[in-house]
C-alpha cells in the first residue's frame, strides 16, 4: 500500500458527461501529480500541485481541470467527456516539489461510453 | 520534447534466467527511476539512481545510471513468477524543470 488513495477505483459514464476523481496523498505529502495512462501512450503527465499551488502543467487538455485543497487532497475534473478519454488515470504524490520519488495510488479507470 | 524509448517492449523467459531492459534518452536527466506496475494496481517504486555512473542494488534488481546520463538499465537475476508485470523507467531534469517522464513500459513474462 503506498498510502495514496484514489476514488472512485472504476467509473463509467457517457460522452458529453463530467466526472471528478479524487486522491488523498500520503500523509506528510506536499505534492499531487495526476497522470493518464493509456495503452498506446503510456504513462502521460497530466498536472502537479505543491502545497495548493500549481506548479506544471504537461499535455492536459482545457477540458480538463485540476485543484489540491488546503487539506491536500486533490481532485482532477473531467469535462464533455469523448471515447478517447478512457483510460486508467494516475494520482502520485511527493515529499517536496521535485517529482523525485513519486508514489502512486491505485488509479480510477474510466471508461467512457 | 523529451522522449524515453525503453526496451524490450516484451520478454518472455524461464523462471531462473537473468533478465535486463534498458531506456534511452534524447537529452541528459539528473534522476532515473524503476517502477513496476502489476495489473490492476499503480506503478511502485523498485530503485532510483542519482548520480551518473551509479550502481543500485534492490535484492535482485540492479540498476545502472549511465555515464552519458541519457540511458539507464535494469537488471533482474533468477527471475521468479512474482516478477511479472510491467516495468517503466522514468526520468528527470531538475534544472530544465520538467515532469518525470516516463518510458512506455517493458511487460515480462516468466513461465515456471
Known amino acids: 500500500d503506498s498510502g495514496v488513495t484514489q476514488t472512485p477505483k472504476h467509473l463509467i459514464t457517457a460522452t458529453g458527461q463530467r466526472v471528478t476523481l479524487r486522491c488523498s496523498p500520503r500523509?506528510?505529502?506536499?505534492?499531487v501529480y495526476w497522470y493518464q495512462q493509456s495503452l498506446d501512450q503510456g504513462l502521460q503527465f497530466l498536472i502537479h500541485?505543491?502545497?495548493?499551488?500549481?506548479?506544471a502543467k504537461g499535455n492536459i487538455l482545457e477540458r480538463f481541470s485540476a485543484q489540491q485543497f488546503p487539506d491536500l487532497h486533490s481532485e482532477l475534473n473531467l469535462s464533455s467527456l469523448e471515447l478517447g478519454d478512457s483510460a486508467l488515470y494516475f494520482c502520485?504524490?511527493?515529499?517536496?516539489?521535485?517529482?523525485?520519488?513519486?508514489?502512486f495510488g491505485s488509479g480510477t479507470q474510466l471508461s467512457v461510453l | 520534447g523529451q522522449q524515453l524509448n525503453q526496451s524490450p517492449q516484451s520478454m518472455f523467459i524461464q523462471e531462473g534466467e537473468d533478465v535486463s531492459m534498458n531506456c534511452t534518452s534524447s537529452?541528459?536527466?539528473?534522476?532515473w527511476l524503476w517502477y513496476k506496475q502489476d495489473p490492476g494496481e499503480g506503478p511502485v517504486l523498485l530503485i532510483a539512481?542519482?548520480?551518473?555512473?551509479e550502481l543500485t542494488s534492490n535484492g535482485r534488481l540492479t540498476a545502472q545510471f549511465g555515464i552519458t546520463r541519457k540511458d539507464s538499465f535494469l537488471n533482474i537475476s533468477a527471475s521468479i513468477p512474482s516478477d511479472v508485470g510491467i516495468y517503466f523507467c522514468?526520468?528527470?531534469?531538475?534544472?530544465?524543470?520538467?515532469?518525470?517522464?516516463f518510458g512506455k513500459g517493458t511487460t515480462l513474462s516468466v513461465s515456471s
Open positions: 502520485a504524490s511527493s515529499v517536496g516539489a521535485d517529482y523525485e520519488k513519486l508514489f
Open positions: 500523509s506528510g505529502d506536499l505534492s
Open positions: 500541485y505543491y502545497n495548493g499551488e500549481e506548479r
Open positions: 537529452s541528459i536527466f539528473n534522476t
Open positions: 539512481l542519482y548520480k551518473a555512473g
Open positions: 522514468a526520468g528527470q531534469n531538475h534544472q530544465a524543470g520538467t515532469a518525470l517522464i
